[in-house]
Nanobody, 123 residues
Framework: QVQLVESGGGLVQAGGSLRLSCAASGRTLSRYSMGWFRQAPGKGREFVAAITRSGGVTEYADSVKGRCTISRDNFKNTIDLQMNSLKPEDTAVYSC????????????????WGKGTQVTVSS
């Protein structure tokens, strides 16, 4: 198994930036495609970004495309999500997840999840 722990969330004003990190233990992250999802209060889980095992291919939700960048460091066993030009509608709990599948936007295809980190964007 792999354990995932997110960090980097917080309160930021609209237009600001945050960098979320996800640290893994138990197994090397290079075995997995990785993704970030978010869940706002009263809403379902939403795909944000994903990256292949090598980091060579990424995918983004339309709602964050051009504002977010997912990256990974397989030596450090970490995944990052750089978020710029944040909007109040980006407010949510952000979770990272590991998948045995190839890169995917489907949350049910992720095998391991972190507990999440809160991002709050004030207007």
């Amino acid at each position: 198994q792999v354990q995932l722990v997110e960090s980097g969330g917080g309160l930021v004003q609209a237009g600001g930036s945050l960098r979320l990190s996800c640290a893994a233990s138990g197994r090397t992250l290079s075995r997995y495609s990785m993704g970030w999802f978010r869940q706002a209060p009263g809403k379902g889980r939403e795909f944000v970004a994903a990256i292949t095992r090598s980091g060579g291919v990424t995918e983004y939700a339309d709602s964050v495309k051009g504002r977010c960048t997912i990256s990974r460091d397989n030596f450090k066993n970490t995944i990052d999500l750089q978020m710029n030009s944040l909007k109040p509608e980006d407010t949510a709990v952000y979770s990272c997840a590991a998948s045995d599948y190839g890169i995917t936007v489907v949350f049910s295809e992720y095998n391991y999840w972190g507990k999440g980190t809160q991002v709050t964007v004030s207007s």
